[in-house]
């Protein structure tokens, strides 16, 4: 095992109820960085996030998690934090019930931390948990995650339904989080302009598989936006459009950066942001757009 | 405090905010029983204590538990014992209490109460709610309370109840096979719990 990692999923496949399957997921985030994992919608980010934490059985390939191979011992767990896009807890516990519900799991719960962090986070104790709003829950799940002093916060769409106040506390959060050089943060989304800040490393995830993954720099300068008339993009030779979409004015496509050289004057040439990336690998697998023949468009097979 | 001891006092805990709901449960059947106390403590057992056990199955679907028990430091057996420990420990307080009342009813009415027919009526008991639960309990933890809560509770009731009628138990009868009904609970109870263990890795992998 390598102890410099966060995690590592190597060639992991697995086939969950409804038909979804992952195939041969490998990436791995070094010790101290944040990672977004990044895809539409039924791309296979919880599932992949399933598997990370033990919850979802895998058929093929490896899991390494802060040392240990998953399954791992249960003691693992001490060690992670995990926040979902929903509150896990009853409903009817006030936030002190919560604290004496949890406590006697972890070795390291520090009580005192808890209850700063619910200050911090404008929380009363007194509050059910059945009435925070989805942000104040959020935070919650974070408020549990710090006090038992987990080293790896793993997200799965936290900032989906949020504000854009809200999801700027929780950049701060994992500002904070991440002061301590042991502490690592996996951060699924398809929110993409919340990584902009904080993410160290991007995995793109389309249809089980992994479409690519790295620093977000590398992803960055990977891809180039395109953009032109119908006409001009449908003239291409020997490029790869990605995740086509046209308009009334234009159209526009993603493109690998070493074919991008290919291209002629009469287009447009631009870096990507995040979300550009995310939009046209998740529009890859899409009906195509009309006008542009099917073969001009690239599959993620 | 031991991993299923922590496990049983989660399970209180996400029951305790709905307690109310159990001791009108509670009520209605000391109401319904209160004149025949050879009825209330079986009453108590096959009614009551099933749906306590269940409680947990129902909140935690509602509140996603499964996702609490995955992420807490827990084994799936300690998830798992420590359902059939609260399982038991209600059952003991819902037949401690029933007994009790039974007590104080009998004096009030100036009944006989205790003895060999106590014995008997509560062996009756356990073993009641000992055969309930050994099916409910590997249905709830393998399908979870939305999918299969009538099935849990309406079969199970309706076998013992049927067992009941065909073979026409009644306190005389069994008076013989006392020590063999409390052997057989247990045994129920520990099949049970292996049955339940494999459901609980089935629903893991689906």
Known sequence: MTGDLAFALRGVGCVVGNGFALRDVSFELPTGYVMGLIGANGAGKTTTIRCLLGMQGIESGEIELLGHRVPGPVALRQDVGVVLDHTYLVGDWRLSEVERTLRPFYDRWDAVRYRQLLEEFGLDLRAKVKDLSRGMGMKLMIAVALSHRARLLVFDEPTSGLDPVARDELVGIIGDFLLDEGHSVLFST??????????????????????????????????????????????????????VKESSSGAQALVRTEEADFLGGGVLVEVPTLEEIAVHIGLSSRKPAAGVPDGRREEFA | ???????????????????????????????????????????????????????????ADKADLQ?????????????????????????????????????????????????????????????????????????????????????????????????????????????DWLPLFWVAGAAALATSAALASCASNQRQRS
């Open chain 1, 190 to 243: 398809h929110i993409t302009a919340d990584l902009d800040r904080i993410g160290d490393y991007v995995t793109l995830i389309h249809g089980g598989r992994i479409v690519r993954t790295g620093s977000k720099d590398e992803i960055l300068d990977a891809y180039r936006v395109v953009r032109g008339g119908p006409d001009e993009l449908r003239d291409l030779v020997g490029v790869e459009l990605i995740g």
């Open chain 2, 67 to 175: 996702t609490l028990y995955a992420v807490l430091p827990l084994s799936r057996r300690t998830v798992l014992l420590g359902h059939y420990a609260w399982a038991l420990l209600s059952f003991l307080a819902i037949v401690i209490t029933g007994t009790a009342l039974a007590a104080l009813l009998a004096q009030a009415q100036d009944m006989p109460f205790g003895g060999r027919s106590l014995a008997t009526l509560l062996t009756l008991s356990w073993a009641l709610f000992a055969v309930n639960i050994s099916i409910q309990l590997p249905l709830l933890i393998r399908f979870g309370y939305t999918r299969i809560s009538v099935l849990a509770t309406t079969v199970p009731l309706a076998l013992v109840m049927l067992a009941v009628i065909r073979v026409h138990l009644d306190l005389e009868s069994i008076q």
């Open chain 2, 1 to 59: 405090m031991t991993a299923v001891a922590r496990m049983t006092v989660l399970v209180m805990r996400t029951v305790a905010p709905y307690r109310t709901q159990g001791l009108v449960v509670f009520g209605v059947i000391v109401l319904i029983d209160s004149r025949s106390l050879v009825g209330l403590i079986p009453a108590l057992a096959l009614l009551l204590a099933p749906l306590v056990a269940a409680q947990p199955f129902m909140v």
